[in-house]
């Protein structure tokens, strides 16, 4: 098996990003390597007349950042994986920042899971795993729902 160093996880909480989670602890117990989980949180966009009340959007981004680093530790924290694990939250394109942040921890493996859309909804909606895998400088693992 080879032996990566890092291995980057995105993680959006679903089931499938989970199960690709348990898929990265077990490559990273194997390679005695580091292990990053990722979560992103897209820009929101609402129609000019909706509001929020007194909160802005941004507001609202910075406090699904906060939420999504406690829930990454927390999760980390469960992975047995003591001193070898480390979160990062970001505000962007999904897609961009995965492949930015494999790019800067320098990761030898991306693992993530898929939605599995096909025909419409993935035209329609298009594939965060397909870019990343289109666009990342290292091996992308991808496993289905």
């Known amino acids: 098996m080879p032996r990566w160093e890092t291995i980057l996880c995105p993680v959006d909480f679903s089931e499938v990003s989970m199960n690709a989670l348990r898929y ?11 292990l990053a989980l990722i979560h992103v949180v897209e820009p929101i966009v609402a129609p ?3 509001s929020f009340g007194p909160m802005t959007l941004t507001e609202v981004e910075d406090s699904l950042l906060e939420r999504a680093k406690t829930a990454l530790e927390e999760t980390a924290a469960k992975l047995g994986l003591q001193g070898r694990t480390s979160v990062v939250v970001s505000r962007g394109r999904a897609s961009d920042e995965i492949v930015r942040c494999a ?7 991306i693992v993530m899971g898929t939605h599995g859309r096909t025909g419409f909804s993935r035209t329609l909606l298009g594939s965060t795993a397909e870019r990343v895998v289109r666009k990342a400088t290292c091996p992308v693992l991808t496993l289905k729902a």
Do not use: M, N, V
């Open 24 to 34: 990265a602890a077990d490559i990273c117990r194997e390679c005695q390597g580091k």
């Open 48 to 50: 000019s007349d909706f």
């Open 103 to 109: 790019e800067e921890l320098k990761a030898g493996l």
